[in-house]
């Protein structure tokens, strides 16, 4: 008998596709017809892989044009396209949350929640977010299905995983935070960085890279963005690594990077918080 359900809830367990742990256990109950249900894995992506390139690339290029300064100093002729990119930067440099309001439209910022005793949220602070948007990046360390993450896990709501097992730590600190600096600092192609580091300050120098702060929507509050995940393509611009807000944990992990962006579920508003469902459920 014991069997039996416990074989139940591991099949039911298994089958959700992002959980933060420990907290899903322990709410899901309280959320359970928020739950977000989706009939294959494949059908679980709102938008194509390459509309969330388009405008992380759009950020980027922005970003780069105005902190592109710094690494003009790394330049060597065999690079003379980043030259020349940076050479058009002239001098205007502009802020992130600048650089987002022009190119996507919208500002996000992390500020105290509207919800009682959760701590910090995401809101729209400027300009509007049209359904089908990328509205924020979940940045963190990505662990393998097969790497350990014990320790960092302890006491951690900020580890999301994704539906093929892959988990990324969103901590900001402790532990986290001491692994993801370790290993950013790690990796670099050249002259370049491979990852940001800024999202674990409070001004993240990719300003998308605030999603591990996205509460839990409930049934009062509907969830208005929804979790999906981005390998980032091979022909991704190396000079623009250096705003992807996730490192791997293992140097030789020879999958390509996995990011998790949110994306907007209807239109949102200036003023409005995001709310995600911590609970997906793939039949
Ligand atoms: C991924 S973190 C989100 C950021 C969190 N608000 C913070 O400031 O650290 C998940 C944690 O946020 C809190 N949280 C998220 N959604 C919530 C909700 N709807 N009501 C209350 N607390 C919530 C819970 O403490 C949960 O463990």
Known sequence: MFTVVLRRFQNKWKSYRHRFVPWVVFNLSKNEKTLRNVTERSKDKLVPDEEVSRSLLTLFRALFRSHGFHQRQFQTPFMPQLTSEAEQVGGDPVCGQDAMLQT??????????????????????????????????????????????????????FVFRCIDGILVDGNDKGISRMVFKSCSGRDRI??????????????????????????????????????????????????????????NYSQGTQRRLRCVVLVSLRDISAGEELFSNYYTIVH
Request: glycine share 8%.
């Open 104 to 157: 996507l439209g919208f500002c996000i910022e992390r500020k105290p929640s509207t919800l009682p005793f959760a701590g910090s949220g995401v809101f729209v602070t400027k300009g509007f977010v049209p359904k089908g948007a990328t509205v924020a990046m979940y940045p963190g360390t990505v662990y393998q299905p097969y790497e350990p993450i014990l320790l960092q896990s302890i006491r951690n709501p």
């Open 190 to 247: 050249g002259p370049f960085l491979t990852s940001d580091t800024s999202w674990l300050t409070d001004t993240p120098q990719n300003p998308l890279a605030v999603g591990q702060y996205v509460n839990n929507c409930s049934d009062e509050r509907p969830a208005n963005v929804c979790y999906q995940e981005y390998d980032v393509p091979d022909k991704f611009p190396i000079e623009l690594h250096q705003y992807l807000p996730n490192v």
